[in-house]
């Protein structure tokens, strides 16, 4: 078996809705696929460069959570991303960092599942 790339990563949560309105709203994705009803399987994707970022809910035995795996967003502007999410009132799970490769900060959807907002430095 040759894995050739991520196909996709995903979060389940809670309220469908809710969960949109951070994703597009909060983080400002737009929405390349969202399928399903209410009630039911629910499924929304973003494309992000060369990958795909989801979400779904109504799968049972499948729950949000803070300890699963995380995705790290590459922001353009690290300043002005954690401005914006303060702003929106985000709760930070790590607050932001330098570190010789990066900028990082770690966040958390309306589940709790995290993510991580990053911004590499110029290489040496």
């Known amino acids: 078996m040759k894995i050739k790339e991520i196909a996709f990563s995903c979060y389940a949560v809670t ?6 309105a951070f994703y597009e709203g ?7 696929l969202v399928y399903g009803e209410a009630g039911g399987m629910q ?3 973003y ?9 779904g809910s109504g799968a049972p035995n ?10 790290a ?6 300043a002005a991303a954690i401005t914006h999410l ?25 589940d709790g599942n995290s993510i ?3 911004h590499r430095k110029a290489a040496r």
């Open 62 to 71: 499948w729950k949000p959570g803070p300890d699963g795996c995380s995705v």
């Open 15 to 20: 309220d469908f809705v809710r969960a949109r």
């Open 116 to 118: 991580m907002i990053h």
């Open 86 to 110: 303060r702003g929106k009132s985000v709760s930070f799970r790590l607050e932001p960092i330098e570190t010789p490769a990066c900028h990082i900060a770690g966040i958390s959807d309306p």
């Open 47 to 55: 494309d992000i460069g060369s990958g795909t970022l989801s979400i």
């Open 73 to 78: 967003l590459e922001v353009e502007d690290f």
């Open 26 to 32: 909060v983080l400002g994705l737009k929405s390349t």
């Open 43 to 45: 499924w929304a994707e």
